[in-house]
């Protein structure tokens, strides 16, 4: 039986999930406005709001399809998606006649080139438009610091949506720039967004860096006339051959390439310069074109987004993105739910000193697709990234070094493969125990901390049930140990100043009809208020220096239980350790 997508009778109209005007994700519930050119205008088309299943939703003749490789919506017309207020505000303070077709090109020049990836960049906010128009002049009378601060609490705030429209809106009026310009790329000497490109027709021998922000190609120079050197947040690079036969489009200030480029072409990097066979190598599948870093020495810890076994995101916690939610957000909304957020600390005391791959195999043959990561801390040992592997497998590691940089690729199905380490130290043998014998869930993944010499202890809390979700547990000599999901900076979390005050006890919670799901609650204790009383029911458990907590969890499901260490001289029991 056909489906309503596949009727002839609706035209496809793709959704994005970056808004055209202001840059920022879709939020689950936005209202939206599609962008579609017919044979003789721009239409504007009310395209419902942001859904969490990504369903298509219909509106005769329209459907508006999230599908990211729809095979109807490659082929039509390209189109553009703005929040509804962000066009509203767009339109009310534009006056130019083909104001919409110039919100479609500037919306599209987000996109590098036809048919491109969605890059998902976070947008680099002028907030002296937001200043100037919402009666907030006191705030440019404040120390840069403090402004920073205030804007940094806003998030996704509608105010900061303001300030990027606005500056769009400025765009849209710069002069001299509405002749539409068609041409080699190799012809270009020098371009940036806003101005006319300088073309030169010889000698131009160097190859060419394109700087890609949140707008689009924000420059284009030939190789060393850059400035750039670190990793950013904000930017890709790319470097093109001197001969490449690209065609490149300029109009209203926007640089695009024509046509897409062929499989491979372009590599996309976060840092200038970035070589993909750079620093050891794990063995690795050979597609993706986006290669992302961490640099180990600057981050204190990493979220690593995992679907069951599959990584499909990572977050470095830096002064500049504190929290995971960022990254969180660019991860299709229809699966979020069901994503683990692992998080690995990176304490000072004791900063990540190895890292390795075990691969699966299948008769002796290596399934490169199978990967499980590790980790070594000099007093942590080692631990799984996700569930404990299952399996015959071939392990690789390497030492991590002062200065080592994490080195992935987002592959062209979105998950994320780790592809090795830059700048690092020499190989090291792996040794993995025996995995736990009968995990309560499929996929769980697992983790032991003893309760001696602790210092503190972080429990992190689902804001709506108040289940616990997770656990830090803080040591006296600086080190860190994770149990469950911590999701640093998001979740409510609570301190349990002394081992003694922390109890917990697990539930069965009916999610559905036929459907009992495993939870862990934990309540710190406050030896005036109240003592013991609160735990002589039988189903609490009180915890003691003497203990080590064993955690099993996924995205949904937690058990946490108890472990009496009879020898106070026993070696560390925690799993996964890696050796040199």
């Given at each position: ?36 050119a017919s044979s003789t205008r721009i239409i504007a088309l009310d395209a419902a709001t ?108 509608a105010l900061l949506r303001l300030c990027c429209v606005l500056e769009t809106i400025d ?410």
């Amino acid at each position: 039986m056909m489906s309503h997508q596949d009727r002839p009778s609706f035209q496809h109209v793709r959704i994005h999930r970056q808004c055209g005007a202001c840059g920022f994700l879709f939020g689950i519930g936005d209202h939206l406005v599609a962008l579609r050119a017919s044979s003789t205008r721009i239409i504007a088309l009310d395209a419902a709001t942001f859904a969490a299943t990504g369903t298509p939703q219909t509106r005769d003749p329209y459907l508006f399809c999230r599908h990211p490789h729809c095979k109807i919506c490659s082929a039509a017309a390209e189109t553009a998606t703005v929040h509804r207020d962000c066009f509203n505000l767009y339109s009310s303070r534009t006056a130019l006649p083909d104001k919409l077709y110039r919100l479609l090109k500037c919306s599209l020049a987000r996109y590098p080139w036809p048919q491109s990836t969605p890059l998902l960049l976070s947008p680099v906010v002028n907030t002296t438009h937001g200043i100037a128009h919402s009666h907030l002049r006191k705030l440019a009378k404040l120390p840069p610091e403090l402004t920073t601060m205030i804007w940094g609490y806003l998030g996704q705030h509608a105010l900061l949506r303001l300030c990027c429209v606005l500056e769009t809106i400025d765009f849209a009026h710069r002069k001299g720039l509405d002749t539409p310009l068609l041409g080699p790329l190799r012809q270009v000497q020098f371009w940036q967004r806003g101005k006319l490109p300088i073309i030169a027709t010889s000698g131009l021998s160097k190859p060419l860096q394109m700087t890609i922000d949140s707008r689009g190609i924000r420059c284009i120079e030939r190789s060393g006339c850059s400035t750039a050197q670190l990793r950013s947040t904000f930017d890709l690079y790319t470097t093109v051959d001197a001969e490449n036969d690209f065609t490149i489009s300029f109009q209203f200030g926007v640089g695009r390439l024509a046509t897409p480029p062929r499989p491979a072409t372009l590599q996309l990097t976060d840092t200038p310069n970035l070589s993909p066979k750079a620093g050891f190598q794990f063995p690795s599948p050979k597609h993706g074109d986006r290669l992302a870093t961490v640099d180990l020495d600057h981050c204190s810890g990493i979220t690593f987004f995992l679907l069951k076994r599959d990584l499909l995101a990572i977050h470095a916690h830096t002064p500049t993105a504190p929290t995971a939610d960022t990254t969180f957000a660019q991860i299709e909304s229809t699966i979020q739910p069901s994503l683990s957020w692992f998080y690995v600390p990176n304490p000072p005391r004791d900063k990540i000193s190895a890292l390795g791959v075990r691969i699966g195999t299948k008769e002796g043959e290596p399934q490169l697709n199978q990967r499980t990561y590790l980790v070594r801390t000099p007093h942590r040992g080692g631990f799984y990234i996700g569930p404990p592997p299952t399996g015959p497998g071939q392990q690789h590691a390497v030492l991590t070094t002062s200065r080592s940089t994490l080195l992935s690729v987002v592959a062209r199905n979105k998950s994320v493969v780790i592809r090795g380490v830059l700048r690092e130290g020499g190989p090291c043998s792996v040794v993995v125990p025996p995995a736990p014998e009968n995990p309560p869930f499929p996929d769980a993944c697992h983790a032991l901390a003893k309760l001696s010499c602790v210092k503190s202890i972080w429990i992190f809390r689902d804001e709506e049930s108040r289940y616990c979700r997770g656990l830090i547990v803080e040591y006296h000599d600086g080190t860190e140990k994770v149990l469950g999901q911590c999701r640093v900076g998001v979740d409510l979390a609570e301190r349990c100043g002394a081992v003694e005050q922390l109890s917990f006890k697990v539930v069965r919670r009916q999610e559905r009809p036929g459907k009992r799901m495993t939870m862990v609650m934990v309540m710190v204790r406050s030896s005036r208020s109240q003592g013991n009383d609160a735990c002589d029911d039988g189903q609490w458990t009180v915890c003691s220096h003497e203990d080590t907590l064993e955690v099993w969890a996924t995205a949904t499901q937690m058990v946490m239980t108890i472990t009496k260490l009879t020898d106070s001289n026993s070696p560390d029991t925690r799993v996964n350790v890696l050796s040199d």
